[in-house]
């Protein structure tokens, strides 16, 4: 399995970025997946998730502004990030978790992608 992101970036406060998350080797439609985020020397936040029914959930910080999408048919997750804020900054992560009915769960992460936003 692998989970490849992209569309980090450095963006003036305000502006806006969309990550992707290219998904391989696995059966995309029934994992759950989530856009994580952490600063250096802090544990890595949940900032959105969507289900494998397309049902999606937002921290409150991002909640408004942040939009988490998926297409199985390529495999892809996005995040369309609006309206950032310095704050914002930090490393992205793609994670997909699958909890089947019997048995340990299976629980997969990307490789990062960084967003920088200046004021």
């Known amino acids: 399995v692998q989970l490849v992101e992209s569309g980090g970036g450095l963006v003036q406060a305000g502006g806006s970025l969309t990550l992707s998350c290219v998904a391989s080797?696995?059966?995309?439609?029934?994992?759950?997946f989530g856009w994580y985020r952490q600063v250096s020397g802090n544990q890595r936040e949940l900032v959105a998730s969507?289900?494998?029914?397309?049902?999606?959930n937002y921290v409150s910080t991002v909640q408004g502004r942040f939009t988490i999408s998926r297409e199985n048919a390529n495999n892809t997750v996005t995040l369309q990030m609006n309206s950032l804020k310095p704050e914002d900054t930090a490393v992205y992560y793609c994670?997909?978790?699958?909890?089947?009915?019997?048995?340990?769960?299976?629980?997969?992460w990307g490789q990062g992608t960084q967003v920088t936003v200046f004021s």
């Open positions: 080797e696995m059966t995309f439609s029934i994992y759950d």
């Open positions: 969507i289900s494998s029914f397309a049902r999606p």
């Open positions: 994670n997909a978790h699958y909890q089947p009915r019997v048995g340990p769960d299976y629980n997969y």
